[in-house]
């Protein structure tokens, strides 16, 4: 009541204590926890730094964390502030008194909506740039990518999702299929990301990779790998009965480590390799899947005479001026 | 001030109808909810009985023993024997065939809440039944999830079970919560609000609640039928081959939709048509707003849900291939129609939950609510934003990549109006006296909580992080926080504030507190955890998980289990204080200036006795002075004092043409 009946010039100065107020603490806050998020746990923000994407993200992630810190400290030193300074005592309760009015106050809408739009439109920005520079980011792109690494040598790696397990083919290397995922440090990877059944998702946490495996379709995710050592890999796309148990490791290895490998399972595998289906990009799929189901197809998925469609594949030939690199 | 008065509706003075019969037939005879189910029991076995005739046939069938021709008839006709059975196609059925529908009695009683009944106040009421009945389900099913999480690698259910549960309860819990508010407050306070007698169209409003419970009947038919290993998103090819456990989940989203459809349709014409003289566009209660933005939601995005569903039958029993990739169709489309209908379904959920929390911070804060216009424009930005975002489930999908930075864009964009309903708050807290009764602390929790649910979805929004979160439980963590932190504190928030409208009696307050401080704290320590848990790699929907997350994992569970008793405080403040020890409430407890408060308790058939005149919007707590509404003073003898409460309002008074301030011209309802 007091307030309603103050002088203006009064009412004013009060305003603008209780606004320094908060503004102070705001401030205040925001610093100290933008300085500790960043130093303290930004460095350890998964998924960590296994490769250029995955550093990508951790980058894009703390920068997101240091705009919204502060906006939640202010939502919450303004509400905290309310409900201390600003609680109705239990004798005005009674009497129901009246706060004092602001129902307009159009400074402060606009440049609400002004600072709201500038910093949704920056966020924007940011992450257009921090999606295209790294080559998708790690995220499936389809079967068309727009956004590609610069270098020539990319090794192409098929990824194939089906209920409940995840198998590799190495079509520089003759095509032979594997359940053992190996990829090479400091090399432009291509993973070709298709299913044989429902729809799986690559998920290759700490490479910082993401694609939907679809049945028919090659969705494409780009990754540079920079560290050596185990990742895990793991269905993100709920896919039936064991989607929680549809998981394995991979490993990012020395280039040249990879190479022999490569060549001694291509010839390890080499009879394996002609009983399985000619490599393509995508295969037919199978719409009963692995519980038995409605389409009595005549055909049997995943063998050389279902290719999905004439595509083909014409592999360029990653070899030995990767393995040196 | 009267050149400011405005009648909405356009006078309409058909002859009123001629004195009728009236049906007055024994309990026993009449139709109500155990009719209801005599129906649906009816119905499925015909409906199960005509699909085995008709696709028993087919190899399929024969070849693993399951008919979905007769499940999904069996559902579909069992919906059907529902509506019948509870008397819902009488009126139509009889004017199909020429005869002239006997006007109903307007009942009295409980009996009434069990019946097919066109008072929206009894509607309202119904949606508050159904709508606790499917969170408490889907709160059931939400323990045993946790309670298999409380172990990385020792199993308490089997792989089938858990994933039936997991689907089940996303179901339960998104079918709930697209009419959580709409359908117990929408229906109940709307035309309250609006200074209306009643709803546009009562038979739709009251077929609507009863589809409602039908969707509730059939999507826990998926249980016994086996459940759908695919999650609430229902994701093909998965669909597809799945078992008939997934008829119940597709059945029932069309039938959940069809009500919310004609719970949109209803209402929206409800706002626009039905206002008081007064009640101009700069007058409408926020909450009115949100209902009138959800509705063009319901409306728009919600056929899109059934007729993919219906797509989805027809691949099942009929063997069609919409989805199917090899058969030329694509399970691309699926995800397309889902999402289209799916992102608009976010907010259908949040924003009415926004209104309910416009409606309580201006009364306990004793200020009248600031930046209204911004809200309301807000809220339709809100709607028409959220039909431009729906691929931003699809990041990683292998959708084209150069749609990309424009679904980032849209989706961003929506944080702006979004922010809207922050300045509202939090300019109308600014300097108030807040009193902290029940409905405060969760308005007040509702901007804690969406606050943390609304900046995560930057981060999701953002496509290099959607990378790493897309599809964990940081996803999980984030639309809990939204829906439940937005939404269901909302929704409480709005029942311990209406309810003793609604029912004229007063809630306990320290249970009502106690439910708030342990459903508050609890809700956090329960869903916090889960941001930190999926940004470790923890993907959603697994029974199995890395080993070194099994401590926050159990820290969640044993938050939720306290989170999910907190709702036993409420069941029992809410049977106690209205049905064992009722104490009855004041008209106006609140000292709110809402028109819906004007009315004595409870209140009556038709609402007002004669229709107000609004003279401002309901917020002016900074002049105590200024009217809210006339409600009439006049020498005509008022509704009650013609008519026996039930009784048909005798057609003098309908017409009432030369009345100077009651200018309904609309017949009552028959």
């Keep these: 009541m007091a307030a309603t009946t103050a002088s203006a010039g009064a009412h004013r100065a009060r305003n603008s204590h209780d606004l320094r107020t908060i503004a102070t603490i705001w401030v205040v806050l925001s610093i100290v926890a933008d300085l500790l998020f960043w130093f303290l746990a930004g460095p350890h923000i998964p998924p960590g730094r296994m490769s250029d994407q995955a550093e990508g993200a951790q980058f894009d992630f703390n920068v997101l964390f240091v705009v919204a810190l502060p906006v939640v400290i202010l939502v919450w030193t303004y509400l905290g502030f309310a409900i201390i300074r600003w609680r109705a005592s239990r004798h005005d ?79 520089s290397f003759g095509g032979f299929e594997t359940s053992q995922l190996i990829v090479p440090d400091n090399t432009e990877i291509a993973f070709h990301v298709t299913s044989l059944d429902v729809i799986h998702d690559f998920w290759a946490y700490q490479l910082g990779v993401k694609a939907d495996a679809n049945p028919g379709t090659d969705n494409i995710a780009y990754v540079k790998p ?83 469609g004439a595509n083909t594949v014409k592999v360029k030939q990653y070899g030995a001026s990767a393995a040196q690199s | 001030m009267a050149s400011t008065i405005t009648t909405p509706v ?79 196609f009488n009126y139509p059925l009889a004017k199909l ?168 349709l209803n209402l929206g014409a409800t706002i626009i048509n039905y206002r008081a003289p007064g009640m101009t566009w700069g007058r409408v209660p926020i909450f009115v707003w949100s209902v009138l933005a959800t509705t063009a939601l319901l409306v728009f995005a919600t056929p899109t849900l059934v007729v993919a569903g219906l797509f989805g039958i027809l691949d099942r029993t009929a063997l069609t291939a919409f989805y199917v990739n090899e058969h030329g169709g694509s399970s691309f489309l699926w995800e397309n129609l ?37 809200g309301a424009a807000g809220m339709l930005g809100v709607a028409l934003l959220s039909f431009f975002v729906w691929q931003h489930h699809l990041f990683q999908s292998g959708i084209n990549p150069d749609m990309r930075p424009l679904f980032m864009l849209t989706t961003e964009l929506i944080s702006i109006p979004t922010g809207f309903i922050f300045l509202v708050g939090l300019g109308t807290l600014w300097k108030a006296r807040i009193r902290f009764e029940p409905p405060m602390l969760f308005a007040l929790a509702v901007y804690f909580n969406f606050l943390i649910g609304g900046v995560t979805g930057v981060f999701l929004s953002d496509v290099p992080v959607n990378v790493t979160v897309h599809g964990s439980f940081f996803v999980l963590a984030h639309f809990h926080y939204t829906i439940m932190g937005g939404l269901i504190f909302a929704f409480f928030g709005g029942l311990y504030y209406w309810l003793p409208k609604m029912t004229g009696k007063t809630l306990n307050r320290k249970l009502a507190i106690w439910h708030f401080w342990i459903m508050f704290v609890f809700f956090n320590l329960t869903f916090f955890p889960m941001f930190i848990i999926g940004l470790l790699g923890q993907p959603r929907r697994v029974f199995e998980y ?30 106690w204080s209205i049905y064992i020890a009722p104490k009855r409430a004041e008209s106006n407890p609140w000292g709110s200036r809402g028109l819906e408060w004007q009315v004595p308790t409870p209140v009556p058939h038709y609402n007002f006795e004669r229709l107000p005149v609004v003279v401002a919007d309901p917020y002016h707590y900074d002049e105590p002075d200024q009217g809210v509404a006339d409600f009439g003073t006049f020498s005509e003898p008022a509704l009650s004092e013609v008519a026996a409460p039930g009784e048909q309002v005798p057609p003098a008074d309908v017409q009432s043409p030369d009345d100077s301030g009651d200018l309904d011209p609309r017949p009552p309802i028959v």
């Excluded at chain 1, 394995?248 to 595998?269: D, Q, R």
């Excluded at chain 1, 009879?271 to 990009?281: G, M, Q, R, S, V």
């Excluded at chain 2, 209908?341 to 209104?355: C, D, N, Q, R, T």
Aim: glycine share 12%; net charge neutral; charged share 10%.
């Design chain 1, 93 to 171: 309760a009674d009497e129901a008194p009246v706060g004092v009015p602001a129902r307009t106050a159009l400074r402060i809408q606009t440049s609400w909506i002004a600072i709201t739009t500038v910093v949704v439109i920056g966020l924007f920005g940011f992450g257009t740039y921090e999606l295209i520079a790294p080559a998708g980011a790690g995220g499936g792109e389809g079967p068309t990518a727009i956004w590609k690494p610069t270098t020539k040598t990319i090794l192409p790696i098929q990824v194939i999702g089906q209920q409940w397990m995840w198998t590799y083919r190495y079509p």
């Design chain 2, 546 to 575: 890395a080993t070194r997350l099994q401590g926050l994992n159990d820290f969640s569970s044993v938050s939720a289990y306290i989170l999910g008793s907190s709702f036993l405080i409420f069941a029992f403040n809410f049977v």
């Design chain 2, 10 to 88: 356009a006078g309409n003075t058909a002859a009123p109808p001629p004195a009728q019969r009236v049906r007055n037939r024994p309990a026993w005879a009449s139709q109500h909810l155990g009719t209801a189910l005599i129906g649906a029991v009816a119905g499925y076995a015909f409906g199960h009985w005509i699909g085995n005739v008709i696709g028993a046939g087919y190899t399929v069938p024969q070849s693993n023993g399951e008919n979905d021709v007769a499940v999904v008839l069996g559902l579909a006709l069992g919906a059907l024997g529902y509506l019948i059975g509870i008397g819902a």
């Design chain 2, 338 to 374: 889902f999402w289209f209908f799916g992102h608009p379904e976010v907010y259908i959920m949040a924003l009415p939950g926004f209104g309910i929390v416009g409606e309580i911070l201006p009364v306990f804060s004793r200020k009248p609510l600031f930046a209204y216009k911004v």
């Design chain 2, 97 to 264: 065939i020429g005869r002239e529908p006997l006007p109903e009695v307007a009942e009295e009683g409980w009996q009434r809440y069990f019946r097919f009944n066109l008072d929206h106040k009894v509607v309202g009421m119904q949606y508050v039944i159904v709508s606790l009945l499917f969170l408490f389900t889907g709160g059931l099913l939400a323990m045993a999830i946790r309670t298999e999480l409380l172990n990385p690698t020792n199993h308490f259910f089997g792989a089938g079970t858990y994933i039936a549960v997991v689907g089940e309860h996303g179901t339960i819990m998104m079918m709930m919560a697209s009419s959580v508010v709409i359908g117990p407050l929408g229906n109940w306070l709307v035309p309250l609000m609006i200074g209306s007698r009643r709803m546009a169209f009562p038979r739709v409003e009251a077929t609507s609640v009863w589809l409602f419970s039908a969707g509730y009947l059939v999507i826990l038919t998926a249980l016994p039928l086996g459940g759908f290993p695919t999650g609430w998103t229902g994701y093909a090819p998965l669909q597809t081959q799945s078992t008939a456990g997934m008829d119940s989940y597709l059945v029932g989203f069309a039938i959940i939709g069809m009500g919310m459809i004609l719970a949109g």
């Design chain 1, 226 to 308: 920079q560290q050596l050592g185990r990742f895990t890999v793991r269905c993100d796309e709920l896919c039936g009965l064991w989607h929680g148990a549809m998981y394995n490791y991979g490993h990012v290895v020395s280039p040249t480590a990879f190479y022999h490998w490569a060549t001694t399972t291509e010839k390890k595998l080499a009879a394996n390799t002609k009983t399985l289906p000619p490599f393509a990009w995508t295969y037919t799929p199978d719409a009963n899947g692995a519980d038995g189901g409605y389409y009595l197809d005549n055909v049997n998925p995943y063998s050389k005479s279902s290719l999905y």
